[in-house]
């Protein structure tokens, strides 16, 4: 009977991750919904809850025959009512008929009714709050019997923060200089540099359009995988050092042949570690053409600017703002990371995995699909497994500081935050605020503003050294 475990429709929980705040639930299933109370109360079972793990919970039932007699008498007096016979009206077919044809039937229905009903109320018994889907396991239902079966569940696990008032953290804290402020007019300038088309040789800094194509074995080109008009930057931040090195000081019309070594932790797995030979034209030369930082230059930034020095005052606040920001963010994460090693503690794999399909189905939408999805979403799920736990770790560490410390989000501070968010929308402010009448949406704010406000509550009571 091993096979009615397999056949179970337990139902399905919808996992949404917005940040770390909405964590996995026990699923709320049809059945559930179904009971009764006299059902509820005539059931005669018996369950033990074992702990393997932290977030393990393994229940094992054993029902008594009698549930399953009853259930059985449901289903059959259902299949009689609905059965078509030849011989027979609708409705009209012998009990006796139905017993002796469609014993396995019923029975098979019976405990695939019954299990599920009972699961439900044993969490129910138990106070157990299931994360993600049960395994049934161990089913043994023979006919006449009582019906057995381990029934194991994840569940989040009961954390208790200690330690985190005065937690002592480092911190590393920048210096916002000169320096720092003409490397940000720097990377404005490169912002601002336009190209110009020449007619000469290139040179290191140059933006060129190449053709290339690998050569074969017999030393002819490989014309279907032939790249044309491909943009290369010569100042070499993406390419590969033997395209560095040879494309300065070629003509346009030039051809050279290029060897090229792949390293062997390339991305693309089909050429890491191999060597090819690319047959390469130049096709057009630009150079860049990089503004003076002068008084000129900061007007061309914004009419507010009336000379340089009136620019460079406002990178250095903005500098100055953006680290504080980084610091605080630091120190967030710092206290964070220590209190998770002060206070270890397991998490469920189901609130991982579903962390992890929530970050799978982001990074489907930023990229073009791939030829093989199933590696695709083994790679992404081995790279972020690490990160997924320590979120989730993230999660209950602020939740249970939350609890401990009773610290709330009042109302009119979410109402607040909606309405910043509505006065920045610009023409969508009707939209946006539509979008937020929804109670999950507004939930999602109000987790966003707690998460803050405990944060907060840390960093404050922290003792924070700079490092």
Do not use: W
Not at 38 to 53: D, G, I, L, N, Y
Not at 87 to 94: A, E, H, I, L
Not at 95 to 120: M, T
Not at 127 to 154: H, M, R
Request: net charge negative; with cysteine.
């Amino acid at each position: 009977m091993a096979e009615l475990a397999d056949a179970l429709d337990l139902g399905s929980s919808e996992i949404i991750l917005m940040g770390v705040r909405v964590p996995p639930l026990a699923p709320e299933t049809e059945m559930a919904r179904e009971l009764t109370e006299v059902e509820m109360a005539e059931r005669k079972f018996t369950v033990r809850v074992a702990s393997p793990s932290q977030c393990k919970r393994v229940l094992s039932l054993d029902i008594d025959s009698e549930e399953i007699q009853k259930e059985k008498a449901r289903v059959a007096d259902k299949l009689r009512r609905e059965l078509k016979v030849p011989g027979f009206r609708k409705g009209k077919v012998p009990e006796k008929f139905v017993q002796k044809n469609y014993a396995s039937v019923i029975h098979g229905d019976a405990v695939r009714n019954l299990l599920p009903k009972v699961f439900e109320e044993a969490l129910d018994r138990e106070g157990i709050s299931p994360v993600g889907e049960p395994s049934f396991d161990n089913l043994k239902a023979e006919d006449g019997s009582n019906i057995t079966v381990d029934v194991s569940v994840e569940v989040k696990p009961d954390v208790t923060i200690k330690g985190y008032k005065g937690i002592k953290v480092k911190v590393s804290r920048k210096t916002v200089d000169d320096k720092a402020v003409d490397h940000a007019l720097a990377h404005l300038q490169e912002r601002m540099t336009t190209l110009r088309v020449v007619d000469r040789e290139t040179q290191k800094g140059d933006f060129v359009l190449i053709d290339y194509a690998p050569i074969l074995d017999n030393g002819e080109i490989d014309e279907q995988h032939m790249s044309r008009n491909y943009p290369v930057d010569l100042d070499g931040a993406q390419l590969l050092p033997e395209f560095l090195e040879a494309l300065p000081g070629m003509a346009i019309g030039e051809d050279k042949d290029v060897r090229v070594r792949y390293p062997e932790d390339f991305p693309d797995k089909d050429n890491a570690g191999t060597e090819k030979v690319f047959r390469v034209t130049v096709k057009e030369v630009k150079e860049k053409v990089r503004p003076d930082i002068d008084d000129a230059f900061a007007q061309g930034v914004g009419s507010q600017f009336k000379d340089l020095a009136a620019l460079r005052k406002q990178i250095e606040e903005d500098l100055i703002k953006d680290e504080e920001k980084r610091f605080e963010h630091d120190v967030e994460e710092s206290i964070i990371e220590e209190l998770i090693r002060k206070n270890p503690f397991d998490v469920p794999e189901t609130m991982v995995q579903n962390y992890l399909s929530s970050v799978l189905e982001e990074d489907r939408q930023r990229r073009p699909q791939v030829e093989d999805e199933a590696e695709r979403e083994k790679e992404v799920r081995e790279h972020f497994h690490a990160a997924a736990v320590r979120t989730i770790r993230k999660y209950f560490v602020l939740d249970a500081v939350k609890k401990q410390e009773t610290i709330r989000v009042d109302p009119p501070d979410v109402d607040a935050k909606i309405n910043e968010i509505v006065k920045s929308s610009g023409d969508r402010a009707d939209k946006v605020q539509s979008y937020f009448r929804h109670p999950k949406r507004r939930q999602s704010i109000e987790s966003e503003l707690l998460d803050k406000k405990v944060l907060k509550f840390l960093a404050d009571g922290a003792d924070v050294k700079v490092a």
